[in-house]
């Protein structure tokens, strides 16, 4: 059980780290430059693989539950002084923690 709450954890914290960049890619008002920016496929595959993650071998409910809290995380997170590259390194450890503690949550 807490191995899966952390798992799950981990999850919320990869999509809120690295939603950010990746939500820029809906605005029609982003640079063209950051759309080809390798940083924002990084982020996109993050937030995906987090996303598709959550949803993977569980119910629903978890999966929303996980989302929503990345979701509210980035709204935190958005509001910090990291930088890009900051969040997407946390982003990435995250995810790699989660795939090191083997199970979905």
Do not use: Y
Not at 77 to 94: D, E, F, K, W
């Amino acid at each position: 059980m807490p191995s899966e709450l952390l798992a799950a954890l981990f999850l919320s914290l990869a999509m809120g780290f690295s939603i950010s960049r990746f939500r820029q890619i809906f605005l029609a008002t982003t640079d063209h430059a950051i759309l080809l920016s390798p940083a924002t496929a990084l982020a996109s595959a993050i937030s995906l693989s987090s996303a598709v993650m959550a949803f993977s071998g569980n119910g629903i409910g978890i999966g929303a539950t996980i989302t929503t809290l990345g979701v509210a995380l980035a709204v935190v997170i958005n509001q910090s002084a990291l930088g890009t590259s900051a969040r997407l390194a946390l982003a990435a450890a995250c995810l790699f923690a989660h795939a090191g503690l083997g199970a979905s949550p």
